[in-house]
């Protein structure tokens, strides 16, 4: 089984895929595959330096994702651009993932999944959600600035288009206890799990 978690930035979707993978999901973290893996590889790299100038990868040879996001969550075709050089290699790294461990249990976090159309790839869709004062709120103390956390958030399709299309919701504007056994029961009441 491949459950695809997605939900809206700052709404909580690394906890509760977290939550899942202490329940024996295996976890993939879309975002952190592209951090880790597909910025590593010396094209990508060598095409961001191109892209967005030498100051887009730091002394130490990373990525300087601030300075990155401060281009791309301002500029559509500048984020539509990254999104095409990176979706490819995490495309593939998915695959290599799952044709490594076919049985699973698998829970993917995807922010975009369906913005980019990425419904097939999963056998149930995840949305985790909480209340826009929350998410602002979450994201502040995260010590990102409101501006920016506005401008990211209005680049993923509204909270409630994405609630409509999952075929499960949790709600994560109460205590983490409510979320861990929010999780629990999803995971009981799963088709392989019943």
């Given amino acids: 089984m491949i459950l695809g978690l997605t939900g809206g930035f700052g ?22 595959v592209v951090r880790e893996h597909v910025y590593a590889r010396p094209e990508i790299r060598a095409a961001l330096r191109e892209r967005f100038g030498a100051d887009a990868i730091l002394p130490d040879g990373g990525i300087n994702r601030v300075r990155i996001a401060g281009i791309v969550f301002g500029d559509d075709a500048q984020r539509l651009w990254l999104e095409q050089l990176t979706h490819p290699p995490l495309f593939a790294i998915w695959r290599e993932r799952l044709t ?7 829970v993917f976090e995807v922010p975009l999944l ?19 004062a929350q998410q602002l709120a979450r994201l502040e103390q995260r010590g990102m600035e409101r501006a920016l956390a506005e401008r990211r958030i209005s680049t993923q399709w509204p909270l409630g288009r994405k609630i409509e ?7 994560n504007d109460g ?15 799963l088709p392989s799990h019943a």
């Fill in 175 to 189: 205590s983490a206890e409510f979320l861990e056994q929010q999780v629990a029961h999803l995971v009981r009441s």
């Fill in 100 to 106: 490594a461990d076919p049985a699973g249990p698998w």
């Fill in 114 to 132: 369906f913005e980019k159309q990425l419904e097939n790839w999963f056998d149930f869709t995840i949305c985790v959600a909480c209340s826009p």
């Fill in 165 to 171: 299309l999952s075929h499960y919701v949790l709600l």
């Fill in 11 to 32: 709404c909580g979707k690394s906890t509760a895929a977290r939550l899942f993978e202490r329940l024996g999901f295996r976890y993939l973290d879309s975002d952190a």
